[in-house]
């Protein structure tokens, strides 16, 4: 592997984003105005030509794929403990990478159209491209650092870029809101986050990837001699700090997972990310689908010896996904803001890939984000291009039959929604079904969970497909609707042929699997073990006992493919039923459950518990907490002012300045000493 | 050179002084005059205070028990030697930042004053000047007694600057901010005499001194019994506690900032709150090791109350310039935090928190002036949707705001990072130091004022900055001179500090390699764990001792001490 051009690939992949968006931070106001999006775009797609090259030296690379490269000292604790800013290039990030600059391109370029009105840009043009920018440094730093503190630099800086970004229309209050919102339950996940890296720090020492795998692995085998020489301490102190390990690390992996519960918009922190639909189209696309919700999964698959230590947690960590990906899908069955729809969905899908992550599948769960970034991509900015086309009206009760008037988008959304839907032999149906099969293979319970999931995907997708494409042509009131330009249809169209084919990277073509020769754990499964052998190790190998042997034996083996396949067609052909013919169908059902239409349709009331359980009751505090300031401390302070006070106001009355009273006073005085000299002698 | 490194201190001190009886004498009436003559003297100051820290970084001049630029210069004795008070200046790797940030403050201040402050003027700087002459000077000294005559006279500026130029309640905050300050320090008085009489009685100099280093070694000599740390420990913290301030002696602060004048705010909240943090580093945990030990989950728990506290009641003010006031409480609660973790981390974090949240703390409320001076109000029921109307201001608020709720890449993630890995690693042993009092319990809960802070802050945000625009009839008021948006002297006060933030935050190297090794050598050297290299350091120790004090007995002494340190730590510790 070639060092220094993987080490110059690497840095040219963080500087080329955060230069673009410098430029048009501060060349966009005064001069690029409408042009500000050329350096971003320069930049976002010299970073994805970057990490392409990188995929490739890396995939060349074999077995040894793994490099640090150590940029500079940042800072320290004491001692000669450094934490650096250093750079780990692994299978891992180099799959990362490309999906992340690569999908951040065609954003980019999607954005240049979107974000303008009838050819002029919109206000803060440039500002939203600078922010994109960093974004993507950002996104890249998550992916691309070495320790666990640039994790989190880069962690809460997608979190800042995705709040100024949801933002974006602050005069919006709802947007304003929103992004505090993201921002704030986003914090709170990262209390748990921080508390763990502090507590890995407590118990290695060090907060660097390789080290502190390293001396977990061998914490957990009690390999005492090498733990010692690998943190330089000696053997007594390495077989204490290999039970410590063993205990801690449970603990360590909960807090990590508060982080990627809230990042990844799981249960119970999820309510931000429905919210964050107030971001502009492109937005939600990159950071809200594709990427940045996505960094929890990748923590989870980078920190899996952490992970893997204990099954129970691995177990919580499924029951949590399933919990999400069923629960958000019920969510996403009655809204009907186009964009909110995918937004539960993407809470769903996360959760397929947290069931993954804890039936031991990282794999899968990767090779699901990777396309999940893909069709969800593609779904929010055909979502945006709708929104673009009907004057900003995004609510699929108010327009409808759109596929004569927008007829790319309706293609290439279609292809979205079916690669969301788990329709065969598209992306999400590979990906999502390995994923089922693992936790099949877990538990039955969850297994059933996913494909149940599946069913309600498939069937909300395609509601919203039909009531939005389908039936009579409506648009919303004086609005021409036009389909959009080619800077928003080329990404449409790349992103789609994404939707098809980017499951086969995952897939590879053998006797016995899907069809006869479709066999899942491919190349990108293999490519990622050195990542992913933590969890390996202690999966059951269901996938290596299966090989089939012909058409029907395949067939009796991977039931659950076809399952699944069923089930996805099933879910398109109930929403075309009850969307396309017979549109009375889900009236009679509302009015035949309104309560639990309530329910859904205010997503289980969650909001409203949040605020009652933990917002109001904090307010509380803080304003007893002002009002003791102000009366109990400040009185305590005035109470042992008025002592000196009264003294002094007491001994006041004596100086009358009468000399008859001095006189008196005197008299008296010498008397009484005269008195008590006789009485003591 | 050894003529400039000698006086160099001492001319950063009375810089101010110089430039204050400038002002007073040496311009007209004119305000655009005064102004600019305070000006030039400040930045005389702030070049001054650069040549130091240069100079300090190159090792010129005489270094003295690891403290450069050292000067001094006999002040009080009597006849026959038995009192030994001296002028004695010097800083070292910690002391210098605060120097840096002091120098950097004050002309900030002064020129964000040139819009709002027009009568008076020429009183209103000589004050600002003679503020700064004794912030610098506390951070100078290197006698108690000097530091005690410094770190006093920062209130008599102060109090008029509040009372004379501030708001509404101005007399009952000055009064209020006098009273709590002057019992600390009456406190704090009472400690160091005790101290130094300790010293005289029973330490081997055998005069009355109170020349720090000389106090510090008598300290971690281990002289001093336990009890009697004790009390001199709480004698000492009394005052630098209020100043923090620290829970719950707090309440002066809220009060003092929404009345002050900006600059005044600034300066407070920028350096003066750090002059007790300060003395928490230079003086009470250096020389009373075990009353800190002792006393350091109290503190801590103060702390963290402060901590949360602060932040709940910051979240529900209305008027932004308290808010930012009760996030100080908040913050300052983390810097002591750090400082009681007794670790090297902890420690170096607590003195970056001091310089950083000087930084992002007058920042904010630099921004919080000059929108008060926009739009006369501070209540945020009245203000809104500013983002429209001051973009660039509202650029600067948002990076104040994320340094100040410590986002990673700026400068308030180091410090409050370094705070909670030295508060939560306390116990733990793997740094080479012996583990201290606190732990996983402490950082746990001081942890959730980064959440609680984030939500203040960004509420504080959302209300001033975004939603419909807001504004009080009549405003933005531009009839001094001020355009709707920021103008360019107002940027150029503010670019300097958000440059600042941005380069601690991606390379604070300078910094701590600069921090540690001060910490290691004036704080922590007792706590360290002896391995093969104590004897180099032992002969380190000596070697600079000969140096100070020149005395053959005393050299012995001091040896003697050393010796006996080493083998009391290492029988204490069981290394």
């Known amino acids: 592997m070639n060092e220094s051009l993987i080490t110059n690939l690497s840095v040219l992949i963080l500087l080329l984003p955060a230069a673009g968006a410098i430029c048009a931070g501060a060349l966009g106001p005064r001069h690029l105005k409408g042009n500000s999006h050329w350096p971003v775009i320069f930049g976002v797609g010299g970073a994805a030509l970057a990490a392409i090259t990188l995929l490739f030296q890396v995939v060349g690379a074999g077995e040894d794929s793994s490099l640090l490269i150590v940029l500079y000292q940042w800072f320290g604790a004491g001692g000669n403990s450094w934490f650096n800013v250093e750079l780990l290039i692994d299978p891992l990030t180099a799959v990362m990478l490309p999906v992340v600059t690569g999908i951040a391109t065609l954003v980019v370029i999607y954005s240049k159209e979107y974000m303008r009105h009838h050819d002029h840009p919109e206000r803060g043009y440039e500002r939203f491209f600078a922010f994109l920018g960093l974004f993507v440094f950002s996104m890249c730093i998550l992916v691309l650092g070495g320790n666990f503190l640039l994790l989190y630099l880069g962690w809460e800086a997608v979190g800042l870029c995705s709040y100024l970004l949801i933002g974006f229309y602050y005069q919006k209050p709802s947007a304003a809101a929103a992004a505090k919102k993201a921002f704030l339950v986003n914090r709170i996940g990262d209390f748990g986050f921080g508390l763990g890296i502090l507590l890995i720090y407590n118990t290695f020492g060090h907060l660097d990837y390789a080290t502190v795998f390293e001396a977990a692995k061998l914490g957990l085998d009690h390999d005492v001699e090498a733990l010692a020489s690998l943190i330089s301490i000696d053997v007594i102190q390495a077989s204490e700090l290999a039970l410590t390990i063993s205990s801690r690390l449970p603990i360590i992996a909960l807090l990590l997972l508060c982080g990627a519960v809230g990042k990844s918009a799981q249960l119970p922190l999820y309510v931000w990310l429905p919210d964050a639909m107030e971001g502009p189209s492109p937005v939600s696309a990159l950071i809200h689908a594709a990427t940045m919700v996505t960094a929890g ?38 809204q009907t803001d186009m964009k ?131 039936g009579e042509e409506r648009v919303p009131e004086g609005v021409s609707a036009h389909e959009s330009g080619k800077w928003i249809l080329i990404p449409l169209g790349t992103l789609s042929i994404g939707a098809i084919f980017s499951g086969y990277v995952g897939v590879h073509v053998q006797g016995g699997g899907f069809l006869g020769f479709l066999e899942p754990h491919g190349s990108l499964h293999h490519f990622l073990e050195p990542v992913t052998a933590p969890f390996a190790a202690h999966a059951h190998d269901a996938h290596a006992a299966e090989v089939g042997h012909g058409f029907f034996a395949a067939i009796a083996h991977h039931w659950l493919m076809y399952l699944s396949a069923l089930l996805s067609i099933l879910g398109i052909a109930v929403a075309y039923v009850c969307y396309v013919r017979r549109p009375w169908l889900p009236q009679v059902l509302r009015a035949t459950f309104p309560q639990a239409h309530h329910v859904l349709l205010n997503k289980y009331f969650v909001d409203e518990f949040y605020h009652a359980a933990i917002v109001s009751p904090l307010r509380k505090l803080g304003r007893f907490c002002y009002q003791a300031d102000v009366f109990l401390i400040d009185g305590i302070v005035w109470t042992i002012t008025v002592i000196p006070r009264m003294f002094g106001q007491s001994w006041r009355t004596l100086q009358t300045g009468t000399l008859q009273g001095y006189g008196l006073g005197m008299a008296a005085g010498l008397a009484l000493i005269i008195v008590l000299v006789m009485m003591t002698t | 050179m050894d003529f400039v490194s000698n006086w160099i201190l001492t001319a950063v001190i009375f810089m101010p002084i110089v430039g204050a009886a400038y002002v007073w004498f040496g311009s007209s009436s004119r305000v655009s005059q005064i102004r600019s003559n305070a000006m030039i003297g400040s930045m005389l100051t702030l070049l001054l205070v650069i040549c130091a820290a240069g100079l300090l970084s190159q090792g010129q001049g005489q270094t003295v028990d690891g403290y450069g630029l050292y000067h001094t210069s006999g002040w009080m004795a009597d006849g026959d030697n038995r009192i030994d008070i001296n002028y004695t200046l010097g800083i070292d790797g910690v002391s210098v930042w605060l120097l840096l940030l002091t120098g950097l403050l004050c002309p900030l201040a002064i020129w964000a004053s040139f819009s709002s402050i027009t009568n008076r003027a020429k009183e209103y700087y000589c004050l600002l000047l003679l503020l700064e002459s004794g912030m610098l000077g506390v951070f100078c000294s290197l006698d108690l007694l000097l530091f005690y005559v410094f770190f006093e006279f920062t209130l008599i500026p ?30 704090t008085f009472a400690g160091v005499l005790y101290l130094a009489y300790h010293q005289y009685n029973y330490g081997d100099s055998g005069v009355f001194t109170l020349d720090i280093p000389t106090l510090v070694r008598y300290g971690q000599s281990g002289l001093i019994p336990a009890g009697v740390q004790w009390w001199i420990f709480l004698g000492l913290v009394a005052g630098f506690a209020v100043k923090v301030p620290l829970f719950p002696v707090h309440t002066w602060l809220p009060l003092a900032h929404t009345e002050a004048p900006t600059a005044g705010s600034v300066l407070l909240a920028g350096v003066l709150l750090k002059l007790g943090t300060y003395g928490f580093i230079r003086l009470a945990l250096p020389i009373l090791p075990e009353g800190a030990e002792a006393f350091a989950h109290f503190m801590a728990v103060m702390a963290i109350a402060g901590v949360i506290y602060g932040a709940l009641a910051a979240w529900v003010q209305e008027d932004v310039k308290k808010l930012v006031a009760y996030s100080s409480v908040s913050h300052m609660g983390f810097c002591v935090l750090g400082m009681f973790s007794l670790k090297m981390a ?34 945020m029921n009245q203000l809104g949707g500013l983002a429209k109307q001051m973009p660039v201001m ?137 391995g093969d290299n104590n004897a180099a350091e032992a002969d380190n120790i000596i070697r600079e001792s000969q140096h100070a004090v020149g005395n053959k007995n005393l050299k012995a002494a001091v040896i003697e001490s050393e010796n006996d340190k080493l083998a009391d730590s290492g029988e204490r510790h069981g290394y």
């Open chain 2, 394 to 530: 509202a650029v600067f608020l948002i990076i104040f705001t994320l340094s100040s709720i410590g986002l990673p890449g700026l400068n308030g993630f180091i410090g409050e990072m370094l705070v909670l890995i030295g508060t939560a690693s306390s116990t733990e042993t793997h740094d080479g130091m012996i583990a201290g009092p606190l732990g996983m319990a402490y950082a746990v809960p001081a942890a959730t004022g980064i959440v609680l802070g984030a939500i203040y802050m960004l509420w504080m945000c959302r209300r001033v900055l975004f939603g419909p625009v807001n504004e009080p009839p009549g405003t933005p008021d531009t009839s001094a001179g001020l355009s709707p948006d920021l103008n360019g002297r107002e940027i150029g006060i503010l670019t300097p500090i958000a440059i600042l933030c941005l380069i601690i935050g991606v390379w604070p190297k300078p910094m701590i390699d600069s921090i540690q090794p001060a910490i290691e050598q004036h704080v922590l050297a007792s706590r360290i764990i002896e």
């Open chain 1, 297 to 334: 999964i990748y923590m989870m698959v980078r920190c899996g010896v952490i992970f893997t230590a204990s099954d129970s947690v691995m177990m919580f960590i499924a029951i949590l996904g399933a919990a999400t990906a069923i629960f958000a899908a019920t969510i996403a069955l009655v």
């Open chain 1, 340 to 470: 909110r729809i995918l937004a539960y969905s993407t809470i769903s899908q996360l959760g397929y890939m947290f069931l993954g992550v804890g039936c031991l599948a990282a794999g899968s769960a990767v090779f699901h984000l990777m396309t999940h970034a893909f069709f969800k991509a593609l779904l929010f900015l055909g979502a945006g291009s709708v929104m673009h086309a009907m004057g900003g009206v995004i609510d699929v009760r108010r327009f409808g039959g759109l596929k004569r008037i927008l007829p790319v988008t309706y293609l290439t959304m279609l292809i979205g929604s079916a690669a969301l839907a788990g329709f065969p032999l598209l992306a999400g149906f590979w990906s999502k079904d390995e994923i089922v099969h693992a936790a099949f293979n877990r538990h039955v319970l969850l297994g059933v969970v996913g494909l149940v999931t599946a069913l309600l995907t498939a069937f909300y997708t395609f509601r919203m497909m039909f009531l939005a494409f389908w």
């Open chain 2, 158 to 187: 102060l109090f008029f600057l509040i009372g004379t130029w501030g708001g509404q309640e101005r007399a009952r905050a000055a009064t209020k901010f006098f009273l709590f300050t002057v019992a600390g320090s009456v406190l």
């Open chain 2, 346 to 379: 902890g420690m170096t974090g607590s003195v970056m928190y001091m310089v950083n949240h000087g930084l992002s703390t007058a920042a904010l409320f630099l921004v919080v002036g000059m929108i008060y001076e926009r739009y006369h109000t501070r209540d």
